[in-house]
């Protein structure tokens, strides 16, 4: 082997000369060198070696809609382009073309892209996309009729106000907003008070709800509202709450305690107050003049004054002949024609009619002032005298002689027996008002 060692240049051994000696040889599979690449970004997947976020920094996350049922067999073999063309043209219910919108989003579009192509806003998208699982729960519990009636282009808005609710819920809810003929804002009132109900353990007056029954906690919720205005400047407030939760309650129990708080909430000055005529339990009514002469039906009742009389009064009364005369199993000096009412013309045994001369310290509620100091006449079946935990009014002798005092209070402070159940209030006729009905009993 021949070693050279060249310190300096020398013409022998000269670059030139020795590739003229020994040429270089070309490698086996020449290749074109690479070109330059101009670069015009620069993608960095994202690792912790990059350094970390700084709080201005955002990460764009496109929605995406949470997962759906399965679009209907006759949308499930459609191209893109077709479940798209449902999309913009609404073809077909909402509930049915509602799920191409998560299979899409699957696919890799966004909501963004979606609305633009569709004109879908991405808000109402994620509304029928839940509110179509909503239906589907639906679907699993509720009969036909219930689902069916979710089935129009508004139903969405209710349906994805329930959301919230298990899927029994769900259903009592649908049912109850159905009888109600509730929208989008009731609904969402609705489910909030249901979700909210047991959460309110121990609150005022919750033990007299009932959480499975969706009336009773929306009743409450109104509830709770009329206590938190009864301290305010604003009275009518807690008035108007207490309307709407007997208008919405569907126990006995409850609304026995809405009414306790109604009869017990007036404004003690006796104007202003609570005027509960028409939220009581029993029909409140003003006769009309001439209303008796103009009645096709009528109804003769022994008047009493005093508790002996009460006991005394003739208990059959009936009319008989062509002309209808009064047969009675006894005498009785006094007596009064009534129009043919619901509640009276029932009476066939043991109805009586107490006169007072004014309303105020017999009814245990307080109304207008005018109206508290005028005559009033009440009506009782005498064949009813056990007193019930039903809400209802009664016949009894207090400290100050005969009055009308509630079940509820009666049964609180041991009393079980009564002179009879109160089915009437009358009240005598005016020249500035034909009649008042503040309760209908038909």
Same mark, same amino acid.
């Given at each position: 082997?021949?070693?050279?060692?060249?310190?300096?240049?020398?013409?022998?051994?000269?670059?030139?000369?020795?590739?003229?000696?020994?040429?270089?040889?070309?490698?086996?599979?020449?290749?074109?060198?690479?070109?330059?690449?101009?670069?015009?970004?620069?993608?960095?997947?994202?690792?912790?070696?990059?350094?970390?976020?700084?709080?201005?920094?955002?990460?764009?996350?496109?929605?995406?809609?949470?997962?759906?049922?399965?679009?209907?067999?006759?949308?499930?073999?459609?191209?893109?382009?077709?479940?798209?063309?449902?999309?913009?043209?609404?073809?077909?219910?909402?509930?049915?073309?509602?799920?191409?919108?998560?299979?899409?989003?699957?696919?890799?579009?966004?909501?963004?892209?979606?609305?633009?192509?569709?004109?879908?806003?991405?808000?109402?998208?994620?509304?029928?996309?839940?509110?179509?699982?909503?239906?589907?729960?639906?679907?699993?519990?509720?009969?036909?009729?219930?689902?069916?009636?979710?089935?129009?282009?508004?139903?969405?808005?209710?349906?994805?106000?329930?959301?919230?609710?298990?899927?029994?819920?769900?259903?009592?809810?649908?049912?109850?907003?159905?009888?109600?003929?509730?929208?989008?804002?009731?609904?969402?009132?609705?489910?909030?008070?249901?979700?909210?109900?047991?959460?309110?353990?121990?609150?005022?007056?919750?033990?007299?709800?009932?959480?499975?029954?969706?009336?009773?906690?929306?009743?409450?919720?109104?509830?709770?509202?009329?206590?938190?205005?009864?301290?305010?400047?604003?009275?009518?407030?807690?008035?108007?709450?207490?309307?709407?939760?007997?208008?919405?309650?569907?126990?006995?129990?409850?609304?026995?305690?809405?009414?306790?708080?109604?009869?017990?909430?007036?404004?003690?000055?006796?104007?202003?107050?609570?005027?509960?005529?028409?939220?009581?339990?029993?029909?409140?009514?003003?006769?009309?003049?001439?209303?008796?002469?103009?009645?096709?039906?009528?109804?003769?009742?022994?008047?009493?004054?005093?508790?002996?009389?009460?006991?005394?009064?003739?208990?059959?009364?009936?009319?008989?002949?062509?002309?209808?005369?009064?047969?009675?199993?006894?005498?009785?000096?006094?007596?009064?024609?009534?129009?043919?009412?619901?509640?009276?013309? *029932?009476? $066939?045994?043991?109805?009586?009619? !107490?006169?007072?001369?004014? =309303?105020?310290? &017999? #009814?245990?509620? %307080?109304?207008? @002032?005018?109206?508290?100091?005028?005559?009033?006449?009440?009506?009782?079946?005498?064949?009813?005298?056990?007193?019930?935990?039903?809400?209802?009014?009664?016949?009894?002798?207090?400290?100050?002689?005969?009055?009308?005092?509630? *079940?509820? $209070?009666?049964?609180?402070?041991? !009393?079980?027996?009564?002179? =009879?159940?109160? &089915? #009437?209030?009358? %009240?005598?006729? @005016?020249?500035?008002?034909?009649?008042?009905?503040?309760?209908?009993?038909?």
């Amino acid at each position: 082997m021949l070693s050279l060692t060249v310190n300096t240049p020398n013409p022998l051994f000269s670059s030139t000369r020795l590739h003229r000696l020994y040429p270089p040889q070309p490698p086996p599979n020449p290749q074109k060198p690479p070109k330059a690449l101009s670069i015009s970004a620069l993608i960095i997947p994202p690792s912790s070696s990059y350094g970390t976020k700084t709080p201005s920094q955002k990460v764009y996350q496109p929605y995406r809609p949470p997962p759906s049922s399965a679009p209907p067999p006759h949308y499930r073999n459609l191209d893109t382009n077709g479940r798209l063309d449902v999309l913009s043209n609404r073809l077909g219910s909402w509930f049915e073309y509602a799920p191409l919108i998560t299979a899409l989003i699957n696919e890799g579009f966004t909501s963004s892209t979606l609305e633009e192509i569709t004109g879908i806003a991405s808000i109402e998208q994620n509304l029928l996309v839940v509110a179509a699982q909503v239906r589907d729960s639906l679907v699993e519990l509720a009969d036909a009729e219930t689902v069916s009636f979710f089935d129009s282009p508004g139903s969405p808005d209710i349906l994805y106000e329930i959301r919230i609710l298990n899927s029994p819920e769900r259903v009592t809810t649908a049912r109850f907003i159905i009888e109600n003929g509730f929208g989008k804002k009731q609904a969402e009132e609705l489910a909030r008070s249901i979700n909210d109900f047991p959460r309110r353990y121990g609150d005022r007056g919750w033990d007299y709800f009932d959480g499975n029954s969706p009336g009773d906690c929306l009743a409450f919720m109104y509830f709770r509202q009329a206590h938190e205005h009864e301290s305010s400047f604003f009275p009518e407030l807690s008035k108007a709450a207490l309307e709407r939760a007997l208008e919405v309650v569907e126990t006995d129990r409850a609304r026995q305690r809405i009414e306790a708080d109604v009869v017990g909430g007036e404004n003690k000055d006796g104007d202003g107050g609570l005027n509960v005529d028409d939220l009581v339990r029993v029909p409140v009514v003003r006769m009309a003049v001439g209303e008796v002469a103009e009645s096709s039906v009528v109804v003769v009742l022994p008047v009493c004054g005093e508790e002996a009389e009460v006991e005394e009064a003739p208990w059959e009364v009936g009319m008989g002949g062509e002309f209808g005369v009064v047969q009675a199993e006894k005498g009785w000096s006094k007596w009064v024609v009534l129009p043919g009412w619901g509640p009276v013309k *029932g009476l $066939k045994r043991g109805g009586v009619a !107490v006169a007072f001369k004014k =309303g105020r310290g &017999v #009814l245990p509620w %307080r109304g207008k @002032r005018r109206d508290a100091n005028e005559e009033i006449i009440v009506v009782a079946d005498r064949g009813r005298k056990e007193v019930e935990f039903d809400g209802g009014f009664y016949l009894v002798v207090g400290e100050e002689g005969l009055r009308v005092e509630r *079940g509820v $209070k009666l049964r609180e402070s041991g !009393v079980g027996v009564s002179l =009879g159940t109160v &089915v #009437l209030v009358v %009240r005598p006729p @005016r020249e500035d008002v034909d009649q008042v009905g503040d309760d209908d009993w038909d």
